[in-house]
């Protein structure tokens, strides 16, 4: 921990642990707020993952003890964007500070469950801590989710997790212990995340939209590991005063970063190495901006030369991609006489099932394309019948007059290269695909914010998953593959043809594009 103290810190502990944040004001903070949702920012190495983690036991001791028998039951869920991170970082976090050779075995049969049992000692309560672990990459984990009675929530690395996870949570706390064993002493939501950009929704509530009154969420921002020095405060010789030259700019420690002591000598210089601005931004200043993260599932895109003003053309029809599931996405555009696509108008939603969604897109094509010719293409996966209303999400569409139909494939590869074909055309010396640039969510997803993540670097050689990351762009990203896909692209790979006056070219993304010009 940094050497800096808060006034009169007092004690985090309970029965069987001790833990001790209080040289970390802000975590500090953070851990002693009974607000019912709580997120916590800050730079890489600054202790939030382990102060969240900590934050699952200090509720369990701190419950009031059953008047059945004496014991504290608590349970909690612990939720990460995708298993391989779930495996990696979050779980690997949670042995550190509560290893199985000390408190008890973990199951490792879906769902991942740790169930700690702790013995009454003198005067100290037994504990019965049920942790749950959840990735919502996976449908089963996600309907799994919406079933669980739970004390409290804790989502790690939230800006990789759309809202309507986080709202759909609140819904499930409060629900244990019941009744009979004294019910929740106390319930909620609390969050960890790194820097995202300035449209996410956490900026959104956290820094525009903040709300007031009792249950009002609350966010806590660290300090960063790092300060940019000005030129004209420089020292003669930066380097040999511990300052650093990365991203363009100069920077030292900041005196006030928490956690130094827990990191290894020169940490964050360290890691200041070759980055670029917006990395050091974001994960040693711990400011808001948006950093392309591993390996684009579109690198063809290029948002210079594919963004611009469109026209919708009403004689020609209208093609919409959705995404199914929590937070169903869509993507507007048409086919040109020429065979260029052009996007006209993205609806990316936040915490919206199939019936108010399908309201929306429907209001919103009448307003905008009215008498349009519609044509609909979601994934094959939207034909499976829905629990609450027993139907598929196609029947349903068609239901409100839309013509809605899933594609010929869901294959990822096939969308991704069906999707990649329009921004490898030059048609008439220009790409075969343009983007209105108010699709800001779509621009981000192919520019990188839909992506494989890195997962090793060796030999020279670079290492990504096979499957890319679940996030706050990939929905948008699969709406647009399926739009794509149906629009007519997977008749082209099929039949393996091109148009005659259209040239294959090999485009290179760039990360350097302004997606608020």
């Keep these: 921990m940094s050497n800096k ?26 851990l002693q707020s009974n607000k019912f949702v ?30 059945q ?47 700690i049992r702790l013995p009454s000692r003198g005067d100290a309560a037994g504990i019965d801590c049920e942790v749950i672990f959840l990735a919502l990459d996976q449908p089963k984990d996600v309907r799994k989710l919406l079933s669980l009675e739970l004390t409290g929530a804790w989502v790690n690395e939230a800006r990789e997790l759309p809202k309507a ?16 064993d004294g019910g929740p002493t106390w319930h909620g939501v609390w969050m960890d995340t790194n820097p995202m950009d300035d449209d996410h929704w956490w900026y959104r509530l956290a820094e525009k939209e903040k709300l007031s009154g009792k249950f009002a969420w609350q966010f806590f921002k660290q300090p960063g590991g790092v300060i940019e020095v000005q030129p004209e405060d420089l020292p003669e010789n930066p380097e040999a005063n ?19 002591s827990n990191l290894p000598s020169g940490y964050y210089m360290q890691m200041l190495g070759g980055k670029n601005l917006d990395w050091v931004r974001c994960y040693a200043e711990g400011k808001y901006t948006y950093v392309q993260e591993g390996r684009p599932v579109w690198p063809e895109y290029n948002d210079q030369m594919m963004s611009g003003e469109v026209e919708y053309e009403p004689q020609l029809p209208l093609h919409i991609g959705l995404d199914f599931g929590l937070t169903p996405a869509a993507a507007i555009g048409q086919r040109l006489a020429n065979g260029r696509w052009i996007i006209l108008h993205e609806i990316v939603t936040e915490d919206m099932g199939l019936e108010r969604f399908g309201t929306q897109l429907l209001a919103e094509l009448n307003a905008r394309y009215p008498k349009a010719q519609v044509l609909i293409w979601g ?9 609450i209303y027993e139907v598929t999400a196609f029947d349903y569409l068609r239901t409100l007059g839309l013509r809605a139909q899933p594609t010929a494939s869901n294959n990822f590869k096939v969308r991704r290269e069906g999707a990649a074909a329009p921004m490898q055309r030059l048609i008439n010396g220009k790409p075969g695909l343009i983007i209105d640039k108010s699709c800001k969510m779509i621009r981000k997803s192919l520019a990188g914010g839909y992506h494989f993540k890195r997962i090793a670097v060796g030999a020279g050689h ?5 499957s890319p990351n679940k996030n706050e762009h990939s929905h948008i990203g699969d709406a647009f593959g399926y739009l794509m896909l149906g629009g007519g692209e997977h008749k082209r790979m099929t039949k ?9 070219v090999q485009t290179i993304a760039t990360a350097d594009f302004d997606v608020f010009k």
């Design 165 to 180: 996870v986080i709202d759909g949570l609140t819904h499930r706390v409060g629900r244990y212990p019941t009744k009979r």
């Design 38 to 67: 709580r997120g916590l920012m800050g730079p890489v190495g600054s202790g939030k993952s382990y102060a969240c983690a900590a934050e699952v036991m200090m509720r369990a001791v701190r419950q009031k003890p059953s008047p």
């Design 462 to 466: 670079e290492r990504f998953k096979d």
């Design 379 to 387: 994934d094959p996966a939207g034909m499976q019948r829905d629990a």
């Design 5 to 30: 103290r808060v006034k009169n810190p007092k004690p985090l502990h309970g029965p069987g642990i001790d833990l001790d944040f209080s040289t970390s004001p802000k975590v500090y903070e953070f």
């Design 69 to 115: 028998d004496g014991i504290r039951y608590t349970r909690f869920v612990i939720v990460r964007n995708s298993y391989p991170e779930l495996k990696t970082t979050t779980i690997k976090t949670w042995q550190e500070l509560f290893p199985e050779n000390t408190f008890g075995p973990m199951l490792y049969t879906p769902p991942i469950t740790h169930h």
């Design 496 to 504: 393996n043809s091109l148009a005659a006056n259209t040239l294959i």
């Design 242 to 260: 511990d300052h650093i030259f990365s991203g363009g700019r100069w920077w030292h420690l900041n005196k006030k970063a928490e956690n130094v």
